[in-house]
């Protein structure tokens, strides 16, 4: 394991590898991300982790100041999972000037967490597409958990033929089902216990799902469970084609054959905004 933050010298690293497997992260790293980086060993050679929190992707009124920010601790746990190398770059090192080219994401990036945060995602695929111009790796690992987020990487990779694999892991969760995230550091012990409400609301609409439910009843049982937990308001609950992000109806049923529809949600909880998402499977 060794930290890298030398652009140059990375480089002339990954070009030694026979392949490179890629986890972009913000630091903070939690058990989620390690399993990202587990699954990353079984697609490369060579696995690096980034670390850089990146402004292009925060609205004027969010959260990066507050962000929380661990690289010593980031540097123990990865050590743990035997990473090859750690690439935390500095801003200068990452824009040394404004960028003036950068990725749009359009529809995709404008619907759900686009709608709430403005600007975003061009910002997280600006990122990304220079970090795979640093790094030309071969396979990339992004969580599902951050599902919209995986959709626009893999448009990006197929509409601009970006050459990278891209694989999709599971969400990792707390043992009662809370989504590990590294905003749940910022939640008061009163404010975690509503923030269950998200995975617990989902778990019903995907089991009222299973049992033949329609889209409405689907997301007002999830509407419900947040409600009635206090200090939570939500942001949006949806039925969606994971792969587009458009709206599902499962009025005429169940998705059909092969297909999949992702409830998602995203909900405030005091002063911190988590997103959260399960898949309702359709018939195999
Ligand atoms: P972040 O550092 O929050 O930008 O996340 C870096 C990567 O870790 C993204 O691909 C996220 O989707 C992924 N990730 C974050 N939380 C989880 C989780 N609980 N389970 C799986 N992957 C996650």
Do not use: W
């Not at 061009?122 to 640093?134: E, R």
């Not at 889209?215 to 587009?244: C, F, I, K």
């Amino acid at each position: 394991m060794q930290q890298i933050a030398n652009i140059a010298e990375l480089r002339e690293r990954l070009g030694k590898a026979a392949s490179v497997a890629f986890v972009p992260t913000m630091g903070n790293l939690h058990e989620g991300h390690l399993d990202l980086v587990r699954q990353a060993r079984a697609h490369g050679e060579c696995v690096v982790v980034s670390i850089f929190v990146n402004p292009l992707q925060f609205g004027p009124q969010e959260d990066l100041d507050r962000y929380p920010r661990t690289i010593d601790g980031d540097l123990a746990m990865r050590a743990d999972e035997g990473v090859a190398l750690a690439f935390a770059p500095s801003l200068d090192q990452m824009y040394p000037v404004d960028p003036v080219v950068t990725v749009s994401g359009g529809a995709l990036a404008s619907r759900f967490e686009g709608a709430h945060r403005p600007g975003h995602f061009d910002g997280v695929l600006t990122v990304v597409a220079k970090l795979f111009g640093l790094l030309r790796p071969d396979v990339a690992v992004f969580g599902r958990k951050d599902a919209q987020q995986l959709a626009l990487v893999r448009r990006m990779v197929t509409d601009l033929d970006l050459g990278v694999a891209i694989v999709g892991a599971p969400t990792v969760r707390e043992p009662d089902g809370l989504a590990l995230s590294s905003r749940n550091r910022n939640l008061s012990p009163s404010e975690r216990e509503s923030a269950l409400s998200l995975s617990r609301g989902l778990s019903a609409g995907v089991s009222l799902a299973a049992a033949g439910a329609g889209s409405r009843e689907v997301v007002g049982a999830v509407r419900t469970a947040l409600d009635h937990a206090g200090g939570v308001r939500t942001d949006y609950v949806a039925l969606v084609n994971p792969d587009d992000f458009t709206d599902i109806d499962l009025a005429a049923g169940r998705p059909g054959r092969g297909q999949q529809a992702l409830l998602v949600v995203a909900a405030r909880v005091g002063r911190t905004r988590l997103i959260d998402n399960m898949l309702v499977q359709g018939e195999t």
